[in-house]
């Protein structure tokens, strides 16, 4: 499974975003999907997963109420639609996928994509 995310770029705080994963390879349904963030050297963090099709989400406490995650998987797509955002929320941001069930554990990810930069400025 290939993973292509889109959508970063550079706004202002208070601002909204939406970045973008489309996947390849595989039977997108079959994937639950999980977006991760990173700043520089620092551990990867979650930031929201999605089940496979799409009942069940859950958020990090520092997003819940301003990211939602979603998915179309005729599209083979899942989306973070980010809302109000902070500077501290500028990382790199990373979807991931796995296969049947979700998890928080970035461990437990079986693929992941580039990443794309989101940078917030105050």
């Known amino acids: 499974v290939q993973l292509v995310e889109s959508g970063g770029g550079l706004v202002q705080a208070g601002d909204s975003l939406r970045v973008s994963c489309t996947a390849s390879?595989?039977?997108?349904?079959?994937?639950?999907m999980a977006w991760f963030r990173q700043v520089g050297g620092k551990e990867r963090e979650f930031v929201s997963v999605?089940?496979?099709?799409?009942?069940?989400?859950y958020s990090a406490d520092s997003v819940k109420g301003r990211f939602t995650i979603s998915r179309d998987n005729a599209k083979n797509t899942v989306y973070l639609q980010m809302n109000s955002l902070k500077p501290e929320d500028t990382a790199v941001y990373y979807c991931?996928?796995?296969?049947?069930?979700?998890?928080?554990?970035?461990?437990?990810?079986?693929?992941w994509g580039q990443g794309t930069q989101v940078t917030v400025s105050s």
């Open positions: 991931a996928a796995r296969k049947w069930s979700a998890t928080l554990d970035k461990g437990e990810y079986d693929y």
């Open positions: 999605i089940t496979r099709d799409g009942g069940i989400k």
């Open positions: 390879g595989g039977t997108f349904s079959t994937y639950a």
